[in-house]
């Protein structure tokens, strides 16, 4: 059975940083790759970043390269995202997912599991 819990979510002002962490339970942890997705009130799931399985392949969407990063602890079955300059436009609740395999994706149809999401929200 495979759970995802994440954390780390808040308020916080623009400019600002969080930590987002994803807690991973189940096993095989390491053969799949895993992704953050966000959705605001009103809008579509958006694609946020991906991280191989090995954690040496990362992907991100245009809209927050160069300023999210995301990692993952194999020893530890955690996965972190990493924001910093936050904008107001970048409110919404946070998801994190497994993928069907190893590789990274941007198409959330590829993920199998999802966590119950955080809220970020960034005070401009």
């Known amino acids: 059975q495979v759970r995802l819990v994440e954390s780390g979510g808040g308020l916080v002002q623009a400019g600002g940083s969080l930590r987002l962490s994803c807690a991973y339970s189940?096993?095989?942890?390491?053969?799949?790759?895993m992704g953050w997705f966000r959705q605001a009130p009103g809008a579509e799931r958006e694609f946020v970043a991906a991280?191989?399985?090995?954690?040496?392949?990362?992907t991100y969407g245009d809209s927050v390269k160069g300023r999210f990063t995301i990692s993952r602890h194999n020893g530890e079955n955690i996965v972190y995202l990493q924001m910093d300059n936050l904008k107001s436009e970048d409110t919404a609740v946070y998801y994190c997912a497994r993928d069907r395999d190893y590789y990274t994706s941007y198409d959330p149809n590829e993920y199998e599991y999802w966590g119950q999401g955080t809220q970020v929200t960034v005070s401009s």
């Open positions: 189940g096993q095989l942890f390491n053969r799949f790759s």
């Open positions: 991280i191989s399985g090995s954690g040496g392949i990362t």
